[in-house]
Structure formats: C-alpha cells, structure tokens
C-alpha cells in the first residue's frame, strides 16, 4: 500500500454513453456498478460520460486531489475515493477553476463538496455525499490512479463514469462497446413502449404479465377493501 | 397473506383538500396520518389530492406496480408500501407515461425512483424515498388495493392522499369531509393572522401567552448574557 | 436550568461577514464552529449575516419560538437548538411573517421546518434538519438568550451566525473582527489564484506542493494500471 | 382520530409460538409482518409469544403507556407506536415492574428504553429501538388498543407477538393457527435437513439447485482468479 | 480559537452521583444535559461519576487525547469531543493503561474506541459513537480543558459527568450539590413506588391520572376492535 | 459481468494474523484495509483469521451463497457483498451448519444474518451489517470467487480476512508475509510500551512529543477555566 502515482493510464472511450443516461447503461450493464444512491448532483441538470482518473484519498485531506490534477485530460472525470466516511468539504471552486482548465467533465467523490453556488456558476458538476463548508488539511498521502472503492463500486482507472440527475455508474474499461451498444438498443426499444403506453395500452399486456402472474397465484377479487 | 388484487374499491372524494396543502391537512386531523419527514418530492412545487391506490411491493421488485397501473381511474394517486426497507429505483418514466395515460395524479413511493429529470419535463409528481437508478426485478407477487403500510403510516386503498413540498398525509376515507371542513376553517383563520403578524402585532398577543408562560414559570431577566 | 428570557443582550456587528460566504468565514475561524452538514437550506441561493438571537427549545414544541419573537430586532438570526433530536415542523410561514416584520434575516433551527413553498415564495431563509409538516405543541418552556447547541455547535447569543449554500458557521463575538479581517485577506488571496488556476498553472506548483510530496514519500510511476 | 381506550379486546391464542422463534414464524407467515430490524432486544436470550396490547403514544410522552397498563392481562405483550419518530426513554423500571405485576411477558417500542440494567435484573425483556435515560412527559393523549404502525408493520389488539434475537414479528389473529401449524412443520423439516448438512451433504445437492442454476447460465471455470 | 492547554481546571466533587445513575441525574437535573443516545457503553455494567477534563480533538487524530493524560488526576473523567463527525478508533489499550495508571474512572469520545476486549478485561469503561480499528494520526492541534460540545451538550472542565448502561449525562459544576439532593430524594421516592406498584396497584392510581385524563378527552370503550 | 463461479482459487496463508488483531494488523497495513465500523460481530470474543471465498450477492437474495459453500476448504472465510444496500437476514443455522462441517472459520456479510442465538451455540462467529430475520429469495445469480466490495472495502479471493471485536481488515494476498512481520514488530514493542505507561510514564514523554507540540503552537495557561 505504497503511496503512488500512476501517470500513463489507457483510458477507455466514452461511446457516447452520456446520451443514455445512467439508468439506461446501469440497465445494458446488467444492473451492476452503479454508485450508492448517497451520492447526488450538487446541482440538477448536468450528464456526463468520461474516463476516470482515480484518487484514493483520506479523510479530511484533499492533497491528492491537487496531486491528481496534473494527471487530468481533456473529458476525462475525476473520482475520489476515500479510507473512511467522511463529509468535509475537500472540493470547491478553486479546484473546479483548474480541472475546468483542463477540460475534465466533472467530480465525483465519496465525500464533501462546498462552494456550491460558485460551482453551479461554473457549470462544473460535481456528485458527493454530501455539501460541507469544512476545511481539509494537505498532510497524507494518498495514491492517483490505482482502483479505488467509491460509494460502493469499485473503479479502475479510465473505466468509463456516466453521471446524470439519477446518480452515477461505472462502465469497466472492456465492457464499454458491448454495454454501449445494449443501451442503444435499450433506448430505441424504449421510444416504442412509451408511445404503447402513452396511448393507454397496459404494462401487463405489453410485456405478456398477465399468464405469468396467475401462475404465481395472484388472484383478483371484486369486492370492495374495508 | 394471500396475493390478491381487489378490484372495485370504494374512493373518497378528495373534498379540494389539495388547496390546502399537507401542513393544514395534517392539523386539522390532529396531527395524525403524516408519513415520515424522508418522503420528499423529486421536484418542486406540486400540490394534489386524490384516492389512495395501494401497492404491497418486496423490494427490489416492481412486478405489482405493473399490476396496480391496472386499477388506476383519473384523479387517483399510486401509493407503494415496500415489506422491507428498500432505495431501488422501482418506478421511472415508462410507468410514469402509462399512469399519467390513465390520469393518475402522482406516487408515493416508500423506494426508490429514477428518470427524475424525464419525470419532471413531464411534471409527473412523485414523492420518494431515495432517487436511485438500481433496476429492479419482477419476481414475486405482492398486493394491489389491501392496506399498506408507508412510510410509517397504515393506508387504506381509497384513503385520500395529500402531498405538496411539506410531505404527505393520508386522510381516512371517512375523516375527509370533516377534515376539509377544518382545513378551510383553520386556513380562514390563518389569513386574519397573517395580517395581524405582517402588521407586526406578536404572537405572544395575539395567542394570549404571557399569562400561561409566567404561570409555567418562566422568567425575564435584564441583564446580558456572556 | 430555570427557564429564562434574556432580554437586553450584547449583540456583535457582523463585520459583512455575509459577502465573504460560510466557507471562506470557516477557514479565517481556523476551522471552528461549523454547524453540522446535515443543516441544509430549504430554497438555494440565500447568504446572511446577522448576530444570534438564542433559543432552548424542547423538541416537538415551538412556545419558546414564540417567545422569542420579541427578543428579535433588524438584522438578527434567530437560532433554535433543541434538547433531543427532533425533525418535527416547529417552524411555518406565520412565525416568519412574524419575524419578516421585525426584520429578522433568516432561521437556523436543529430541527424540522414546514411551508417550504411560502417561505420561498416570502424570500424568508431557514437553515434546516429537515422538512416535515409535523405540528408541535405550545407545552414546555425552554429559554431565551441562552447558550444553546445547535448542530454541535455551542452558540452564545450575540455571535455572528453566517450561512449561505454551504451551511451555516458560527463566529464568537470576540473573534469577529479578526476573522472579518482574515476572510478579507483570504477573499483577495483567492482572486488571485483563481485566475492563476484558470490559466492552467497547477495548484502543485503555485502552492510548491511537489517536494513535500517528494518527502513525504510519494512515487510516480510511468506504466498503465490494469 | 379521537383518543380512546378499547376495553376488552379479542386475543389470540399464541398456539406456542414462542417455541419456534422469530425466523421461522416469519417464513410460515410468508415472510410478512417483520418489524424493521433496527428494533433490537436490550438483553439477549429472551423468547416471547402473546397477544398485543396496543399504544398509540405521542413522541415523549409516555401518559398512554401509564393508561395501558390497566388493559393488561396475564401473557399479553405491549407494543407501542409513535405518531413521530423518537428515541426518548419512555419506559423503564417502574412501569416494568407493573407489568410484570400483571404477567405481562414483555415491551415492544418503537422508541426508547431506560433503565436497562434492573430490566435485566428483572428478566423483563423489552425489544426497543434505542436505548436512552431522556425522560418524557405525560402531557398528551394517544390510544390504546387501536391499531398502530410500530417499526413499520400495522398491530391489531389482539394480534400474536412473537421475539427474540432475531427481532419481532407479528402474526394476524386469523393468521395464527395455520401459521403455527406451518412453523411446526417447517421446524421438523429443518431437524432433517440440519443433520443432513452437517454429515457433510451439499445445500446445492439437497435442495436440487444445480439444474436451476445452470438454466440460469451459471458458469464454472476453473482458472485462479487474480 | 488559539491550541490551549489549560492546566489548573476547578473540579466539581462529584456528591457521589454515581451511586444514582444516569436516568435518576437527568430526572433531578430536569431533563437537561443528557448525550445523544448514540453514546453506548463498549461493554456493559460500568457505573461512574466525576469531574469532566475535556479534550476537543480534530476528526481521526488523537494527538490531543495524548497530551489531555498529564491533566488528569485520580477520579476524573475524560470527555472528547471532536470538530466533525467521526468514527475512527481515536483510543485503545495503550491509552487506557497511561490513564488507569493515574486513576482515571472512565473516557466519554464522540468518536470511535478499538481494542474493546482488552479494555473490557481492563475493566476500563468507554462509551463511545462506534467501535473502530481505524488508526488516527497526530498532526493537528485542538485544545485540553476548554468547553467542548460533546454528542451534542457544551462540557465545561470540572462538570460531573455521570454514566452508566443508560447512557451519560453532564452536571455543570454549581448544580452538582443540588441534583444530588434531588436524585436522593427522587431515589427514596422510587423505592416507594416501585413497592406500591409491584403490589398491583396502578401508575394510574398512584398518580392520580384519572381525572386528568378524562378532563384532556379519554374516552374508555367497551367493544372489541376489530 | 456474466455469472461466473470460479473454482481453483490461489490462497493466501495467514501467517498467524489472528493472533495479533484486528487494530494491530491494520496498523500494520499502513492504515489501509479497514471494512466500516457497522460491521460487527454478532455475538463477542471470535478472533480469526484465513483466506477469503468471496460472494457477489444481489439484495435479499442468498442463492450464491449455497453456490459458495461447495468452494469452501477448512481454514476459509467467506466474504459476501451485496450489489445493494440491505439487511435482509440472508444467512442462518442451516448454512451455518453447513460451513461448519467443511471447517470454514466464519462469514462476514454485508447484509444481514438471523438465528444468532443458534450461531453463538454453535461458535460460528459473523460479522453482519444487521441481525435480521426477513427471509430471501433464491431467484438471481452473481458470482462466487469474483473481486468483491464489502463494507467499502474491494476483496479479491484468496486475500486474508482477519476478524475479532474490533471489526474486520482485508490483507490482500502478496502483502501477508510482510504484513505478518510487522504486526509481530508492533505487538513486542506495545508490549514495552504498556509496561512503562502503566508505571505511570507519559506517553508525551515516551513518545517524545513535547517538542512537536510546542513547534505546532500548543500554548499552556495555568489559570482556572471558568
């Protein structure tokens, strides 16, 4: 458990899977890899895909997180992984100011956020645990760029993150194609049931429940409940 | 414990009780049928009554949600009790567009709910536990239309639910035309209030306090504080 | 433990603390007297400072806010601790409008809030445990202009309470010049590097970061992580 | 929602449910009926089964809890609802030792306990959801003998309380019978299967679970993971 | 908010309060200084009493709990609070050997404890938030007998604190005398009751509720619920 | 992510480490490892150590345990995480039973476990997230010998759970042997270091302190705080 820095990490390609949304890729990805709900926007609105830079940082320390900056492309996405629960406020505007600098999406982090209003401002989106105007210190290592549990999920660098009002999920590096391409297929499917449904026909016909519920034994009966 | 959908349930009529709001609902039934203070709306600025539609789901699973959609009529509002607690995302636009098909008013859901973004371009109320984009299965049978228990609070299929961005409170069926009696009353008196507050008369005049509060035992003292 | 009413307290001047926000006013504190992260604004955007007006509420019960009312002057922050936890809805829009009227800034209150919509809509500010339409009775004294806990913060009345979207920080009367001076000097500071920031330079090197890390053992490594 | 005190409830007859325990009752009901798992035992080992007696109490007060206790019989258990959630300790020694004066077998609260070392002493068992010294008032009138929500799960008087270790569940009174006659079954089941796994059979063999699985598209593989 | 250790604190004698517990001290104190309930013993049965030296320590560094050892003398209590939540396992056996060697009774943290069955074999009480294995640094400074507010009550160096398996309560120093008096007289009253009750005879008679409860709207029913 | 059970798994040894603990063997690690504190032990006093057969469960769902048990060898623990948040009691006496007979030291399962009184009986030690009674299904797969995120914490199978009081710590497989060693280190020297603390030397002495607490600005005042 060597505090290190990993500069040369191969980083998956996004496959547009910011146009789907999470919940759509979480679905193609067979329900797994999707961050805790805990984790929310600090503002609505925004949805992200990228490659993920990693941080394993502690708590109440956001010096890695200046140490992570460095290794930060154009359109890739900064997540923060933490030793233990935590909610200090290791992320606000002046590091949002230089990840924007470089391009990168947005944040996620197992932790605090503040500056909230200044962020919004920015446009720069960030999901966390929580908003805590409390301040870090800059006194213990961390490491950049090796996998690192988040909310529950564990993140390999350059894995893809797809971020949107209904939380955050990870794409592993070598599933992005293939989950990319069920989300498409997921969403094409989705714009036929909505107008079914729109128009008024049922969820129960649409997907055939009807045999498989009075198979498991659901009854229906007419009186009224009192 | 049987699974059962009861079919023609017997509905309250809401009585305007969505002019109201929940906080003078809620008084005017004595402070009872409140669900606990976690329900909160997935966007703001809703305000409905309607009959309650029950749900008994498992969690993780949405099966009976499909099921209930059935035995929604116009003006009607979903409720989903969970037999553990649970943050999957059960419900999302797709069922959203066949309630709102149907004319449904909104859900309360002791789980989770996803699309939120989508759900508010559709102004579909919803009142949750957790935003989460965890997909859920459609495995085991609950109920639809038998009494539930949500959020802390016994709810009655026909029962009327009453939900704006202070919460949401269940009214029995036969309360509600006394309730909606008192509603009325309690918020006449409000208005006169307000204005003798606005005008900058006290609280401790116009309730008459000063003398129940010197006989509690309570004590002004001139000096300042350090 | 008698219950009392201060009546003539010593009341800091607040410096405009209200322009620097709660993050910046924390750091020039040395990071003290943070209110807890769970105490959240009920509408966004809202940034106060105003010297504390104290109450000792029981939980469930809002008499003492009513008592209060009158201890209130122009530019004060009313302040509610309570002696259990408690998210019941001890606050609404008629003790605002009452408050409004002697032009009081805003609310902290360790415990639950109601009429979240006409608060908005008064442009009144309440920090909050929670949202909950929860009604209180008028039983139990607590006192007035006490030192009170607040979110686990021991608050004095007459200190300066600033809060905006990040929380809500508390600043003792006798430090309130000196932070004033040091959230000024570090306002400065920040423009500065913000700008340095946004042109790219790295927060590594503008705050000579790299031999500390060097020092304190870290190691970069030029292989891809898999 | 009137206060009221229902005097001569219908009681179930416990059918010996104490014998078979939390877990077992809970899968012959159907898995229904569990109070959530944060209601724990404040002394291990204790093992109950009797009809309820019900309070609806107001959160710290405990003046219906005093009134209940006139409504015990010899072998009922106590279960008390709150109209908010609450941890004040509003039972300890005295009321215990006039419960147990009356042979009532044991508390279930959703809310506080004190007191609990004598509790123990007395080998009164009390399934709590905290453990507090805070004292409450009686102040406020609630019911008995209605039905409550308690920890999640609605408790008709006279309904079967059955708790251990594992927690409490509750047992409709038409329920009762039949579920005693299928925790019966299901004990003399488990003694079966119990020897059979402990001689070293295979739960996947026992229960034929490899076909399903493998229909399921489990797959084996047999290099070292790493 | 300068590091201080301040040396020569004025300790309150504790009047033997241990002796009562700690529901009885926080009856005769009325109902005041009671820690959140999330305070629990690490191992049951201790029973203590004394005088406060306080400690605010910085989350997940102990360095502070180090430097409090000097300050304590034979009987004190040691108090930590910490200036954000945490659960780290801030102390362990080592810590509790240097502070047994001076006769220290017990440690209250606002934190997290390790090493729970050495300290147990020790005989060495704690009540803590948690219990963590969880390694803090020593890099920051806080301060040793300054008021700190510790699960949510303000400690002054010298209070008495009070704790057994009901949790702990804090009596600021010039009470002390006077709540003894009340716990003793409020102790001998019990012993009666506890009597009267054991007999058969009802709270409700004891305390004369009957009136009061008929007088607030009780209303006794003679038909079964059902 | 396709179901996958993989069958020849490499194991760690583990060198002993159940000898020294749970804090001490974090130490040792350098801080890293940690499960969080709400894992705990479902009855006190287990303390083991071996390596990890690793679950991927879905909530509420045990099936993949009865998959795991055939994986299991004399010495192993087996480690369960769940893809979401639940408590449900997924584990009990029968499974128990059956761990036993292959010599499987014990579970840690981030989830819930029921039949504890049984499981103390028995000696087979847990550490669970909840005790639960709530039953599961037997309906989705997941995986067995896959990496696995258990309470925060990413265990590859094979790594070395070390379990007692205290909670749990993950060594992964290639820094046993070191681990071990320094663990041994750090227990002879506590062993000097409790000798001397308990013959009353500071640790501020031993640990030579002063110096960096006066360079840090540690101040001491010799006046009475008041």
């Known amino acids: 458990m060597k505090p290190v ?43 992200i895909a990228g490659p993920a830079v990693t941080v394993l940082a502690q708590p109440g320390d956001n010096w890695m997180i200046h140490v992570a900056v460095e290794q930060c492309q154009k359109g890739d996405v900064l997540v923060v992984g933490c030793t233990a629960d935590n909610t ?31 962020l919004h401002e920015m446009k720069f989106p960030v999901w966390s645990r929580a908003v805590s105007a409390k301040g870090t210190v800059k006194a213990t290592l961390g490491s950049v760029n090796v996998p690192v549990v988040c909310a529950g999920v564990n993140v390999h660098p350059g894995d893809i993150v797809v971020a949107d009002d209904d939380g955050v999920v990870i794409v592993p590096k070598k599933l992005v194609a293939d989950v990319a391409q069920k989300a498409r297929k997921r969403n094409d499917d989705e714009d036929g049931k909505r107008k079914r449904l729109a128009s008024g026909e049922l969820g129960l016909d649409m997907y055939n429940m009807r045999e498989a519920l009075a198979k498991a034994g659901l009854v229906y009966l007419d009186r009224a409940e009192d």
């Open 88 to 118: 200090d406020g290791m992320f606000g505007e002046l590091l949002a100011t230089s990840l924007a600098a470089r391009g990168v999406k947005g944040l996620i982090i197992d932790a605090g956020c503040r500056d909230v209003k200044a």
């Open 5 to 47: 820095v990993i500069r040369n990490i191969e980083r998956a390609d996004p496959h547009g899977l910011d146009v789907f949304g999470v919940s759509t890729v979480h679905e193609a990805m067979g329900r797994f890899g999707l961050l805790k709900p805990y984790m929310r926007p600090i503002w609505p609105g925004a949805q």
